[in-house]
């Protein structure tokens, strides 16, 4: 039995690189501006909440407009999925990109509570909802992009770049932030020297729109979608029936992966300024040069999944976190530099395991005609639910207990989850032909192979294709 070749995508590597740089940029954009939000939470909760006269409770506030904003992920989802399985994946990433670069510079133009009162806060939430909204079309489809335009041999380690684009854009806003916590007195940078690297997105995002308007479609949407009839189109009732156990490994994933990263790169610069004393110049620091390392081990666990599988190096980083969470917190409240370190750096070193194979991963779990929408919003209704909460709920968590180690035994009890989700319901998706498609190849002898050996463990998936 062979495959029909003509429906075999073969692709160019090399513009397959271009394509993982292109949206890898536009996803450093989005992950600046959370970034940035983060290692600058406490100041933007003295500048928007100042009514609140305690600081904990200020803090509280900012990440609650910062876990509201992501209810409006779920809705960009459902827009953005629908129109990226209709029109094209590339049709989107260039919208949702001007969308996030403009609500970027809105936050840094916004007057304060003591200039305008209680309009400060509301226009601080209209902000991050307008980012809300765009991301939610945003980062679903730049992993769909990728894994649709990447050989099947390479989908995790290509699929890495993006988390490599999150990574980058996190270290852009550490280091502006670092540098500006340095230069600047503290009532310098609360006065206005925060606004300046938001004032910054706009010339990133318009940097990221001329490199994703370059992009081509990709091969495998042109193939099986771009000459779909009217009205085959799958409704999200019908999906949600017929893909509950695809959706429900996806929503857990996503959580537990968006849990992790949110933990780290998110509350953890608050956490080691709030609880464990350190200034805001060093923690940012710590941060930063763990997120470097980070970005070749993303690579490296990248490629690892490709070669023994997705879902062992998931377990891996599962189990790390199940085993390790509450240690490399108790590192963190030794209070030492060098114990701060090494639990920050835990932390990081599991959380790779996630950012070298979640976005080649995720897609793989649904069909080309739905992968869009259905990851769209699975993805974010996750990500709002846990992900967008996680600095909201470790800061609550250590507030209500009184306990400093609440986020590590939070972190532990997901790790668990997750693991046994896995463990049960996933099968390795590395390696093999996205569901309901032919192979993605980038050589002659890949193309023989999938044609001669149909039934090779390397291409072969569970949903065969037209024979």
């Not at 073969?10 to 501006?33: C, H, L, P, Y």
């Not at 629908?82 to 094209?88: A, N, R, S, T, Y």
């Not at 590590?408 to 997901?414: D, S």
Request: proline fraction near 3%.
């Amino acid at each position: 039995m062979k495959f029909n070749q003509k429906k075999i995508n073969v692709v160019d590597i090399n513009k397959t690189k271009k394509s993982v740089f292109a949206t890898g940029v536009g996803n450093a954009m989005e992950w600046f501006d959370f970034g940035l939000y983060s290692y600058l939470a406490v100041i933007i909760s003295h500048n928007f909440f100042s009514a609140v006269e305690n600081e904990q409770l200020q803090l509280l506030f900012t990440f609650a407009t910062f876990a509201i904003a992501f209810l409006m992920r779920p809705l960009g989802g459902i827009i953005f999925g629908k129109i990226g399985d209709k029109k094209g994946r590339k049709t989107v990433l260039t919208i949702t990109i001007i969308l996030m670069a403009f609500s970027t510079l809105l936050i840094g133009l916004l007057p304060t509570y003591d200039q305008i009162g209680i309009w400060a806060p509301i226009l601080l939430l209209v902000a991050r909802i307008i980012q809300g909204f765009s991301t939610g079309g945003e980062y679903a489809g730049a992993m769909v992009y990728i894994a649709e335009s990447s050989p099947d041999k390479k989908r995790n380690l290509l699929g890495s770049g993006l988390e490599i684009g999150t990574l980058v854009g996190y270290i852009i806003a550490s280091l502006l932030a670092s540098i500006l916590f340095t230069v600047l007195s503290d009532d310098q940078m609360s006065s206005w020297g925060w606004r300046i690297p938001f004032l910054l997105g706009l010339p990133l995002g318009l940097i990221g729109f001329y490199l994703r308007s370059s992009l081509e479609e990709t091969p495998i949407f042109e193939n099986e979608l771009a000459h779909a009839e009217e009205g085959d189109e799958e409704g999200f009732g019908s999906i949600l029936k017929n893909h509950t156990r695809d959706i429900i490994v996806c929503f857990v994933a996503v959580a537990f992966f968006n849990i992790t990263n949110y933990m780290l790169l998110s509350y953890m610069p608050s956490y080691l300024s709030e609880i464990i004393g350190i200034s805001s110049t060093v923690g940012t620091v710590l941060i930063t040069v763990v997120m470097i390392i980070m970005v070749p081990l993303a690579l490296m666990f990248g490629k690892l999944s490709d070669k023994i599988g997705n879902k062992k190096v998931f377990l891996i980083g599962l189990g790390g976190l199940t085993l390790l969470s509450v240690l490399a917190f108790y590192f963190i409240n030794l209070k030492s530099l060098v114990f701060v370190s090494l639990g920050i750096f835990i932390l990081g070193v599991l959380l790779a395991t996630y950012e070298g194979t979640m976005p080649g991963s995720l897609p793989t779990m649904f069909f080309t005609d739905i992968r869009y929408r259905t990851l769209s919003v699975t993805f974010n209704v996750s990500v709002s639910v846990f992900g967008g909460t996680t600095p909201l709920v470790a800061t609550w968590l250590v507030k209500a207990t009184g306990n400093h180690y609440a986020p590590a035994y939070y972190l532990t009890a997901v790790s668990i989850i997750g693991f046994l989700v896995i463990l049960f319901l996933f099968k390795s998706t590395s390696g093999k032909s996205l569901k309901g498609s032919y192979p993605t190849v980038e050589s002659k002898s890949e193309y023989n192979n999938a044609v001669e050996n149909p039934k090779d463990s390397l291409w072969w998936h569970a949903e065969q294709p037209e024979k």
